[in-house]
């Protein structure tokens, strides 16, 4: 196994829990309303609003790191391909 090869399975992987965790985020804030008028009739559903809110809070965080190193591995990648290209082509057969 090359070490370009380690990187796309590492960057797969990370790019695809970045996806799934952009779409459950997007889920949940499809139940979630920018503006309620509330009562006391209606408690339960301050509580699951303030559940998604929760939720979403500590979802945020999690994809902009996942979003940097996402970001961060594919240019990696893209400089070690260069660089082997360069190499290759520099190299006398």
Not at 8 to 31: D, E, F, N, Q
Not at 39 to 63: C, F, G, Y
């Amino acid at each position: 196994m090359t070490p370009m090869f380690g990187l796309l399975v590492a960057w797969g992987i990370l790019t695809g829990i970045l996806i799934i965790l952009m779409i459950y985020k997007s889920t949940l804030s499809m139940h979630e309303d920018d503006s309620i008028v509330l009562n006391e009739t209606e408690s339960q559903m301050q509580k699951d609003h303030a559940e998604v809110l929760n939720k979403m809070r500590k979802i945020t965080p999690i994809l902009k790191i996942l979003g940097t190193l996402s970001g961060v591995m594919l240019l990696v990648i893209a400089g070690l391909f260069i660089y082997q290209g360069l190499n290759m082509a520099t190299t006398p057969q």
